[in-house]
């Protein structure tokens, strides 16, 4: 290989130097070891913070969810990019409870609306992404029914959007968050809003997973114990 | 059919859901998060390998059934546009997004074949297979770490319950919960740990010479042909008989024969002028 130029080393130092940590492959692992405890240690934190301050609040918000379930309501879900999964994993949750029939949980209707993504581009690119969710509650919603809105920021027009239409329908409003809340915490029309007090688009999404598979927990509970069952 | 029982603190009856249900439902929670605490040196060996296969130019395939095969989606997405503004996209499906392969694979060979058929199909060697499981107890994931295990790729499992369940895997995380529910919770931490570190040791300049911000190697070049518009056709001064690449020699003073220092696609340097060096 021919020799580089010292001006080339000058302007791309990174490809010619090795910090010092670097030198030593072991430094830059233990580095990636201390760094991964620290997010081990932030989100157990973090849930600790919001089972202390939303406690009541996760309570209510489901039985109000339970009661309209008793009702006959459906479970809608929505959120973008990872937070879409979890719109995902929520829906599932509830339609097909962990365990499969063997474990005895109740079986509730429940849709993601992220999942169809003949439905989620021909609305893209024939209106607009701010309208995928909210066209889509306009067509499946009824009063009585549960709208389920994930966003990290708390700012995707969409998930406002969406739970716009829904209010207006009549549906249960429910929102997950992030940071400070963002335009979700501004509106008037939602009923339980829960913000993950975090700056890391990561830990928020942990924390939003635990809050809901909670509130599975305990409407599950509430109806277990509504039908005299219970494992 | 079921019914809501009396969930209102109000009523006459054991109220139900109240702020103490909740508060010992988080508690729960508590002893399994701790397991990544302990697997850390493991994740960061998992990190490291992963981080090498991108180097090379391997891509992530993911799978999981229920909710874990949202969680796939989710790291697919994770990877392949990050939520950190400025890390770089790296290639990752998820086998599950595809309803059509899916369905059609369980139709024709059975439901334990829908993630072997399309890793057999579409994975190279130097790919990396990423199964999730609450338990190690799905016949298809099984089924997908030993085909891709079969073509060389790196497998990676994140588990939860007894280790013994677990599928074989060159990596195995197990999250010590019997309950689904909490493995899938310290799993969406282990892998945003996962996407996160790779990236860091992606980003360390390390022995493969690749750049701070976005891995490329900066190779010497012999330009073959000068194009308008500052462009070159030049080949790999290590592959002289390889297919001719089009570089961008706007900065240097680039002649037919000479050898540039090409980072990128942009030749940032005269390594030699041309062909009478030789």
Same mark, same amino acid.
């Given at each position: 290989?021919?020799?580089?130029?010292?001006?080339?080393?000058?302007?791309?130092?990174?490809?010619?130097?090795?910090?010092?940590?670097?030198?030593?492959?072991?430094?830059?692992?233990?580095?990636?070891?201390?760094?991964?405890?620290?997010?081990?240690?932030?989100?157990?934190?973090?849930?600790?913070?919001?089972?202390?301050?939303?406690?009541?609040?996760?309570?209510?918000?489901?039985?109000?969810?339970?009661?309209?379930?008793?009702?006959?309501?459906?479970?809608?879900?929505?959120?973008? &990019?990872?937070?879409?999964?979890?719109?995902?994993?929520?829906?599932?949750?509830?339609?097909?409870?962990? &365990?499969?029939?063997?474990?005895?949980?109740?079986?509730?209707?429940?849709?993601?609306?992220?999942?169809?993504?003949?439905?989620?581009?021909?609305?893209?690119?024939?209106?607009?992404?701010?309208?995928?969710?909210?066209?889509?509650?306009?067509?499946?919603?009824?009063?009585?029914?549960?709208?389920?809105?994930?966003?990290?920021?708390?700012?995707?027009?969409?998930?406002?959007?969406?739970?716009?239409?829904?209010?207006?329908?009549?549906?249960?409003?429910?929102?997950?968050?992030?940071?400070?809340? &963002?335009?979700?915490?501004?509106?008037?029309?939602?009923?339980?809003?829960?913000?993950?007090?975090?700056?890391?688009?990561?830990?928020?999404?942990?924390?939003?997973?635990?809050?809901?598979?909670?509130?599975?927990?305990?409407?599950?509970?509430?109806?277990?114990?509504?039908?005299? &069952?219970?494992? | 059919?079921?019914?809501?029982?009396?969930?209102?603190?109000?009523?006459?009856?054991?109220?139900?859901?109240?702020?103490?249900?909740?508060?010992?439902?988080?508690?729960?929670?508590?002893? #399994? #998060?701790?397991?990544?605490?302990?697997?850390?040196?493991?994740?960061?060996?998992?990190?490291?390998?992963?981080?090498?296969?991108?180097?090379?130019?391997?891509?992530?395939?993911?799978?999981?059934?229920?909710?874990?095969?949202?969680?796939?989606?989710?790291?697919?997405?994770?990877?392949?546009?990050?939520?950190?503004?400025?890390?770089?996209?790296?290639?990752?499906?998820?086998?599950?997004?595809?309803?059509?392969?899916?369905?059609?694979?369980?139709?024709?060979?059975?439901?334990?074949?829908?993630?072997?058929?399309?890793?057999?199909?579409?994975?190279?060697?130097?790919?990396?297979?990423?199964?999730?499981?609450?338990?190690?107890?799905?016949?298809?994931?099984?089924?997908?770490?030993?085909?891709?295990?079969?073509?060389?790729?790196?497998?990676?499992?994140?588990?939860?319950?007894?280790?013994?369940?677990?599928?074989?895997?060159?990596?195995?995380?197990?999250?010590?919960?019997?309950?689904?529910?909490?493995?899938?919770?310290?799993?969406?931490?282990?892998?945003?740990?996962?996407?996160?570190?790779?990236?860091?040791?992606?980003?360390?300049?390390?022995?493969?010479?690749?750049?701070?911000?976005? #891995?490329?190697?900066?190779?010497?070049?012999?330009?073959?042909?000068?194009?308008?518009?500052?462009?070159?056709? #030049?080949?790999?001064?290590?592959?002289?008989?390889?297919?001719?690449?089009?570089?961008?020699?706007?900065?240097?003073?680039?002649?037919?024969?000479?050898?540039?220092?090409?980072?990128?696609?942009?030749?940032?340097?005269?390594?030699?002028?041309?062909?009478?060096?030789?």
């Amino acid at each position: 290989m021919s020799e580089v130029p010292g001006e080339v080393r000058d302007l791309y130092p990174f490809l010619y130097e090795r910090r010092a940590a670097e030198q030593d492959a072991g430094a830059l692992t233990e580095e990636v070891v201390r760094s991964a405890r620290e997010k081990a240690a932030g989100i157990a934190a973090l849930r600790r913070e919001i089972a202390t301050a939303d406690a009541d609040r996760i309570a209510a918000c489901a039985a109000a969810m339970a009661k309209r379930f008793a009702a006959g309501g459906r479970l809608f879900t929505f959120g973008n &990019g990872g937070s879409s999964t979890d719109a995902q994993g929520l829906a599932t949750t509830f339609l097909h409870p962990p &365990g499969g029939p063997a474990a005895g949980a109740v079986v509730l209707p429940a849709l993601s609306l992220t999942s169809d993504a003949a439905v989620v581009t021909a609305l893209s690119n024939d209106v607009g992404f701010d309208v995928v969710f909210a066209r889509q509650l306009a067509a499946f919603g009824r009063p009585g029914d549960i709208a389920v809105g994930l966003s990290t920021s708390g700012g995707s027009a969409n998930v406002v959007q969406a739970l716009e239409e829904a209010a207006r329908r009549g549906l249960l409003t429910v929102a997950l968050a992030g940071h400070h809340g &963002g335009r979700l915490a501004q509106l008037a029309c939602l009923e339980h809003l829960f913000v993950i007090p975090s700056d890391s688009v990561h830990r928020i999404q942990e924390a939003q997973t635990t809050v809901y598979h909670v509130l599975w927990e305990l409407i599950q509970q509430a109806l277990r114990a509504g039908r005299g &069952g219970g494992r | 059919m079921w019914e809501l029982s009396d969930v209102s603190a109000n009523g006459t009856g054991v109220p139900v859901l109240d702020g103490a249900a909740v508060r010992r439902a988080f508690a729960r929670r508590a002893p #399994a #998060a701790h397991g990544l605490t302990r697997a850390a040196p493991h994740v960061a060996a998992v990190c490291r390998e992963m981080a090498a296969r991108f180097a090379r130019g391997g891509k992530l395939i993911v799978f999981g059934n229920g909710e874990s095969g949202a969680d796939a989606s989710h790291v697919a997405v994770e990877f392949m546009h990050p939520v950190v503004v400025g890390k770089r996209a790296l290639p990752a499906l998820a086998l599950g997004n595809d309803s059509a392969t899916l369905s059609g694979v369980g139709s024709d060979e059975g439901f334990a074949e829908v993630f072997a058929h399309p890793l057999r199909a579409f994975a190279d060697a130097g790919d990396i297979a990423l199964a999730l499981t609450p338990d190690g107890r799905c016949a298809n994931v099984r089924r997908g770490l030993a085909a891709a295990r079969e073509r060389g790729l790196l497998t990676v499992v994140l588990s939860g319950g007894d280790p013994a369940d677990a599928p074989p895997a060159d990596h195995t995380l197990v999250v010590g919960s019997a309950d689904p529910l909490i493995v899938k919770e310290v799993q969406v931490t282990v892998y945003h740990v996962l996407w996160e570190m790779t990236h860091v040791f992606l980003e360390a300049p390390g022995d493969d010479g690749t750049c701070d911000t976005c #891995a490329d190697r900066a190779r010497p070049m012999r330009v073959r042909q000068l194009l308008p518009n500052g462009l070159a056709l #030049a080949v790999p001064e290590a592959d002289d008989d390889g297919p001719p690449q089009e570089i961008s020699v706007a900065l240097v003073d680039a002649a037919a024969g000479c050898t540039v220092l090409v980072h990128g696609g942009e030749a940032i340097a005269m390594v030699t002028t041309g062909a009478s060096d030789e």
